[in-house]
């Protein structure tokens, strides 16, 4: 690795902004004074990658290797996909990358960012599995826990893992409010309350960010500005079908409500979604396009002065999974590529995410159809965010030390308790906690897992109880990617109702189900004798708080619609807008 106090003393000299001794907006001009067209583009650009050789084309999606990216289109903002064995080849990886970047012109060295790693998700859209990282609850989990010290412990825990291995951007907290039950990014949010939602984001930036941003910070890309939870069916914008958004009860402001709570907190970066407004004062485009809410509400009513970067894949056409993928360019999809940029350019954005063509950028600037005093604008903001997160003082980190911070038995200790303690317990007509060493029953958790907490049989009609665990229902859609997004109905199928009751009627069950939307539960109350909630637990943390080894403390972070008559019947944008619900908004209960 390169011994960076002698590099950076020897390049004093003729790179005079590597000085920590000036203010960092000197050392900003500095490196803008020296920088060409094609390097200043470069900064716009914020992408997918992978691990793996860096002079190969890249794992993620067949894309460019980490040369031509870097060397070539002068590129220096990454989104890490895809797990790794551990934190050291992480770290490893990382390192190489930087000494890659350091090795070019100016050596602007590269941020990496990542989509929350720390739960048990796994969509290469949104969400990527824990793997050595330890293990927490779906956001939505934080939330039904409520406890704000909790909710900053696990992103300080978080930061220090990623900041082990170079991951110096988080694209997230989400705090999107989850108004419409059907939406698919629902378990990544707060929930469905703006002052809940407000309250535990601002605890997650702080977390994240610090006392003080620096060296030793994650910056946090707070998302999806202004809102993306009223969806017009609960479909989702990565798709053409769930592109508007919509706002029947008039609450466009509510949703603005959590996003107050992370300016109040210091966020530092900002993600529009792709959605489209519709009915609004606002132009309907999406809003990575949209001047009246990036400019007009953003920049100037709220005086966010932070990097913008769009939601991935606003310019160009893609192909995932080998199928073909339109940009998500609602509302403009009739321009060119060259004209959507040029759009997004006007709205006040400064990044392009999941995007990798700077060259049209700057054929853009020597047409003279973008302003090349535009692009001093967004590079101030992505140069002075490298330079505050201490990069240019020193880019790598120790590999040798990533695993002694990387799933650190403490920090997946914090993360099993809160796994455990984000339970949430519906309904119990007495037959928990389960005592002793009962006859189990068990369907979705492993036997030698459940072995550990009674004998496992191999019928309902043996068992002293069976535990069924169960996924919020979801339609299946034409492609792979479509089906990482869960959507539509979230009634039961007939055949998984039956099954629950007859084993039901068999032995008294405990059925435990995924909320990762709030799935309508109405068939399961009268039969189930118990009926608990998860948002991302092991089957081992179920079983200690379902034989009373720990106690659940989960609380719904929203109202658990009756039907589906009611979930079509709600305002997307409206909170608490389901008829009659089952279950209420901080519903839960103790053992």
């Not at 600037?365 to 101030?380: C, E, I, K, Q, T």
């Not at 550990?452 to 996924?471: C, F, K, M, N």
Request: hydrophobic letters at 45%; aromatic letters at 8%; one cysteine or more.
């Amino acid at each position: 690795m390169t011994d960076t106090t002698t590099a950076s003393t020897a390049a004093a000299s003729d790179r005079p902004w590597l000085n920590a001794d000036l203010p960092v907006d000197e050392r900003v001009e500095l490196l803008l004074a020296e920088m060409t067209v094609e390097e200043k583009a470069g900064l716009f650009f914020h992408t997918m990658i992978g691990i793996g050789s860096l002079e190969e084309p890249n794992p993620v999606f067949g894309t460019p290797s980490a040369v031509d990216f870097v060397e070539q289109r002068h590129m220096t903002h990454f989104n890490l996909l895809g797990a790794a064995p551990s934190g050291a080849e992480i770290a490893e990886w990382h390192n190489a990358l930087q000494e890659l970047a350091a090795s070019t012109r100016l050596g602007i060295p590269v941020t990496l960012s990542t989509d929350p790693r720390h739960s048990f998700s796994d969509n290469p859209g949104a969400a990527i599995m824990a793997g050595p990282f330890s293990q927490w609850p779906e956001t939505m989990g934080l939330a039904a826990i409520g406890d704000e010290e909790l909710v900053e412990q696990f992103a300080d825990i978080a930061r220090q893992e990623y900041t082990a291995v170079g991951l110096r951007v988080a694209l997230h907290p989400q705090v999107d409010l989850a108004t419409e039950p059907r939406w698919a990014r629902g378990t990544a949010t707060f929930g469905e309350d703006a002052e809940l939602a407000g309250r535990m984001g601002a605890a997650y930036i702080r977390g994240f960010q610090g006392e003080s941003f620096g060296a030793a910070s994650v910056s946090t890309m707070t998302k999806h500005f202004p809102g993306g939870g009223p969806q017009k069916d609960g479909e989702d914008p990565h798709f053409a079908y769930g592109r508007e958004q919509v706002y029947p009860g008039g609450q466009f402001e509510h949703h603005l409500k959590p996003f107050e709570a992370a300016f109040e907190a210091g966020t530092r970066q900002i993600m529009p979604y792709y959605g489209m407004p519709v009915g609004t004062e606002y132009e309907e485009v999406g809003f990575g396009f949209n001047k009246s809410v990036i400019t007009g509400l953003l920049r100037e009513r709220y005086g966010f002065d932070g990097v913008v970067c769009t939601d991935w894949g606003l310019i160009n056409d893609a192909a995932i999974f080998g199928q073909p993928f339109p940009a998500r360019a609602w509302g403009v999809e009739h321009l060119s590529p060259r004209e959507r940029m040029i759009k997004v350019l006007d709205a006040g954005v400064d990044q392009f995410g999941g995007e990798a063509c700077p060259e049209m950028l700057v054929e853009l600037v020597s047409s003279g159809a973008v302003d090349a005093a535009r692009l001093d604008v967004s590079a101030r903001r992505i140069l002075r965010e490298k330079f505050e997160l201490g990069l240019f003082e020193n880019p790598f980190v120790d590999a040798a030390a990533a695993n002694d911070v990387v799933g650190r038995a403490e920090f997946r200790a914090a993360g099993e308790a809160a796994q455990r303690a984000s339970i949430t317990v519906l309904t119990n007509n007495g037959v928990l906690p389960v005592a002793g060493r009962p006859k189990l029953y068990v369907e979705g958790i492993a036997a030698e897992v459940a072995a550990q907490y009674g004998e496992v049989v191999s019928t309902p009609a043996e068992a002293d109880a069976a535990i069924l665990r169960l996924q919020a229902p979801y339609e299946q859609r034409e492609t792979m990617f479509e089906n990482f997004f869960h959507a539509g109905s979230l009634d039961f199928p007939e055949d998984v109702v039956a099954h629950v009751r007859e084993v039901a009627v068999a032995v008294p069950t405990v059925v435990d189900v995924l909320l990762d939307r709030p799935a309508i539960l109405t068939p399961f109350v009268e039969d189930a004798a118990a009926i608990t909630a998860n948002w991302g637990v092991s089957a081992a943390a179920l079983l200690d708080v379902l034989t009373g080894a720990a106690s659940p403390k989960g609380r719904l972070p929203f109202d658990l619609p009756r039907s589906m008559a009611a979930v079509e019947a709600s305002r997307p944008d409206v909170p608490f807008d389901t008829e009659d619900p089952l279950f209420r908004f901080g519903h839960g209960l103790s053992l």
